[in-house]
């Protein structure tokens, strides 16, 4: 669908099976088209992985102008006249932050003589300037302090009722806007029309006239502005959590090359005890490559680092906080002036919990979509990386159970 406005698409048929919880998957996204909002998922797993195969689809519903989008991660095959929806994640912006803080503000109107060409013109033994010559400059300045979050509600069920986890990336900053307005009144030329002339006539007898017109002159107001805004994002910071834990969600700014502008980014998130759950890499706004890791679910691995990587990034985030600002910080807002929206994080976490309420499926099990959908489906063991057990508690963590682990390095910042 389009990049501005998008419903709701079937996924393609597909012959491979579903996701299982707690199996490894590597997937690559990527946006159907320039200006489309969907991106299909590809299995990297079977086949040759230089050309990944259609498995799912990340169905855009939603729109620019209400908001933002909804992405639905859909699953069809053989006999299957309606998508499976395994998962969404709720990108629109109804529980964004901001809080703003003015610490300077000020306006000041002055008038300014810009040239000496003065003379007598009414005749009283002074000089005076030219109507032209004189200005009014008016000067409008603020500054300020923000705090912003963009958040990510992860969801197990179509109807969003099922919430299993959310994310959110925050950052701090400043603003500050200048803007100079000059005004001056300006002789102006214009015709007017004062009547209308005959210059002949038809074979009929009736008269063909023309409009009359005379120049006049008349005093006019102009304008020049100049409205210089900076944004600045000083430092951001990921948050996640899933099933009732905190995961530790990194992003690394050495692999990944300028913080605001690279087109490359590199997130790794982990849970109980350092225990790897998914790896993205993408590549730019339209393509991303997601490793899930075994014992960890591959549905909202997928959904999170869609959302960390394409929706999320500092890149994405620093152009969202320069909007926000521009529209929140307001000449004529005095010092000590704040504002804002949406909840702070303590009303966040205790409007959206997701726990205990929240249960995976076993691990090698169906998704509870899948296993109403398709009650016959059987799983399919792929090849698994060689794995080592994690070592301390036996607790079970929900998002991921401990028992054995990939072996893949959680890289520290």
Sequence with gaps: MGACCSGEEEAK????????????????????????????????LSGNPDEPSQWMLLDAVGSIFTGGFKFFLKYRTEGLEKSITLGCADLKDDQDFLHLLVTDGSRARMPVFFNDNWSDSDGDGYDDPDIEDFKTVTVETIRGQWVYSKRCLLYSDYEQTQLVGHLQISGSGTYKR???TIRWMEEEEYMEKVGEKQVGSNEDG???????????????????????????????????????????????????????????????????????LFKVVSEGSSKATVESYQNSDPVSGILAAFAVSLKLNPAEFNKSAESVCHNHFRLGMGPGSTGGFGPNDLQFEQAFPTGPAATPPPMMGQYVSVATAMPQATYVQPALAV???????????????????????VQAV
């Excluded at 006049?216 to 600045?232: A, F, G, N, P, S």
């Design 13 to 44: 048929i597909t012959a491979l099976p579903p996701p299982f919880y707690g199996a490894p998957a590597r997937v690559l996204l990527k946006q159907q088209g320039m200006m489309d909002a969907d991106f299909d998922v590809l299995d990297m």
């Design 178 to 180: 200048r803007r100079k």
């Design 206 to 276: 009736s008269p063909i006239t023309e409009a009359v017109y005379e120049k006049r002159k008349r005093m006019v107001q102009r304008e020049v502005i100049d409205d210089q805004k900076r944004c600045k994002t000083k430092a951001v910071q990921y948050r996640m959590k899933a099933y009732g834990t905190d995961v530790n969600l990194q992003y690394y700014k050495q692999a990944s090359g300028s913080f605001f502008t690279s087109d490359k980014g590199v997130w790794q998130a982990a849970g109980y005890g350092g225990l790897p």
């Design 387 to 409: 794995a080592t057990p994690v070592v301390g508690s036996a607790d079970w963590s929900p998002m991921a159970q401990p028992v054995m682990a990939s072996a893949v390095p």
